[in-house]
């Protein structure tokens, strides 16, 4: 398994009451494919990803990422794992607001390792001729695929995205998505995403539903190819 999650649990103090946010969640995910995070708010869904990308740290379990036992890491490789091995997408995007498109990219993603090339970016999302544009001058859509640019550039293995089409409306999600499919099938990036949009599942591998920090039900699609799966 690419990601193998076993028995992560978590929990936060506020006070004197303990809210247990994740209670026991196993899940696996092979390289290349896509699985999706299905769930209604408050279920603990950002918590597991955000563990799983190396931003927030369990109370006891297990998460293997490519043979990397991140529990066992120290500080300097746990920057170095979230640096190089993951991209994150966000529901707001997450922008610079006074640095342009070009510059939101190459800063934030630490470009002088990035292993692809600029150009080619910016044309597989369809930013060729926005690169000196600020995020204000662009719309919704355009926004997420700076975002998505700025997480791909440095060829991640894993692309983590925590509702990535939240904020857009129907035809820009569609196309968004398909973008996130795109990547998948051309990058061989695995891809883990959250929604709590059902009709998303269909272009998963495997969907887990989450509820109340449990994970409740995993489908897998496997049958079907990312080429034969739903065309967003
Ligand atoms: P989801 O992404 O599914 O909406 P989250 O993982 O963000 O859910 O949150 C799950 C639960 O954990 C919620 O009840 C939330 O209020 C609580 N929670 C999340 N982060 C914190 C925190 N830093 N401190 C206290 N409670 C938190
Ligand atoms: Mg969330």
């Not at 934030?108 to 000196?132: F, H, Q, Y």
């Not at 998303?200 to 995993?218: D, H, L, P, Q, W």
Request: aromatic share 6%.
């Amino acid at each position: 398994m690419f990601i193998a999650v076993e028995d992560l649990k978590k929990n936060y103090y506020t006070g004197k009451s303990k809210t247990e946010v994740l209670k026991g969640v196993s899940l696996g995910l092979e390289k290349g494919q896509t699985g999706v995070i299905l769930g209604p708010s408050g279920s603990g869904k950002s918590t597991l990803m955000n563990i799983i990308g190396g931003v927030d740290l369990a109370d006891s379990g297990s998460i293997c990422v490519d043979g990397l036992e991140l529990a066992a890491l120290n500080d300097d490789q746990l920057t170095d794992y979230r640096r190089d091995s993951v991209g994150f997408i966000f529901q707001f995007y997450n922008l610079v607001p006074n640095l342009t498109v070009m510059e939101n990219i190459e800063v934030v993603s630490n470009i002088s390792k990035a292993p692809l090339d600029m150009n080619e970016v910016l044309k597989a999302v369809g930013l060729e001729t926005k690169k000196k544009k600020f995020p204000r001058e662009l719309s919704g859509g355009e926004q997420q695929r700076v975002a998505i640019a700025r997480a791909i550039v440095k060829n991640p293995k894993l692309l983590l995205c925590d509702e990535p089409t939240g904020a857009l409306d129907y035809e820009t999600s569609r196309s968004v998505l398909s973008l996130l499919q795109k990547i998948n099938r051309d990058l061989g990036t695995t891809i883990l995403m959250i929604t709590h949009n059902a009709a998303i599942g269909e272009m998963a591998n495997v969907v887990y539903k989450v509820r109340s920090g449990e994970i409740v039900e995993t489908i897998r699609n496997e049958e079907t190819t990312a080429a034969e799966r739903i065309e967003w």
